[in-house]
């Protein structure tokens, strides 16, 4: 199993009403075809970048041009 993490440039809210537009009827993990699980994680709620090394997170800042949360 593999994880990838995708940012979003919307509000969250944004996000789970596409979410939900396009995934009915699920929710946490929304699932693409039995295959990929979509879950939101966060920094204030959850667990989004606590595993991860500061400088990858630096990194990351830098690519996007700001901190995602």
Same mark, same amino acid.
């Given at each position: 199993?593999?994880?990838? @993490? /995708?940012?979003? %440039?919307?509000?969250?809210? $944004?996000? /789970?009403?596409? !979410? #939900?537009?396009?995934?009915? $009827?699920?929710? #946490?993990?929304?699932? !693409? #075809?039995?295959? !990929?699980?979509i879950?939101?994680?966060? $920094?204030?709620?959850?667990?989004? @970048?606590?595993?991860?090394?500061?400088? #990858? /997170?630096?990194?990351? $800042? %830098?690519?996007?041009?700001?901190?995602?949360t």
């Amino acid at each position: 199993m593999r994880t990838v @993490f /995708v940012f979003p %440039a919307g509000e969250r809210a $944004e996000t /789970v009403a596409s !979410l #939900d537009r396009h995934l009915p $009827e699920q929710r #946490d993990p929304w699932t !693409l #075809d039995g295959n !990929l699980y979509i879950d939101i994680d966060d $920094e204030q709620t959850g667990y989004l @970048f606590s595993d991860w090394d500061p400088e #990858d /997170v630096a990194i990351l $800042e %830098a690519a996007i041009g700001h901190h995602p949360t």
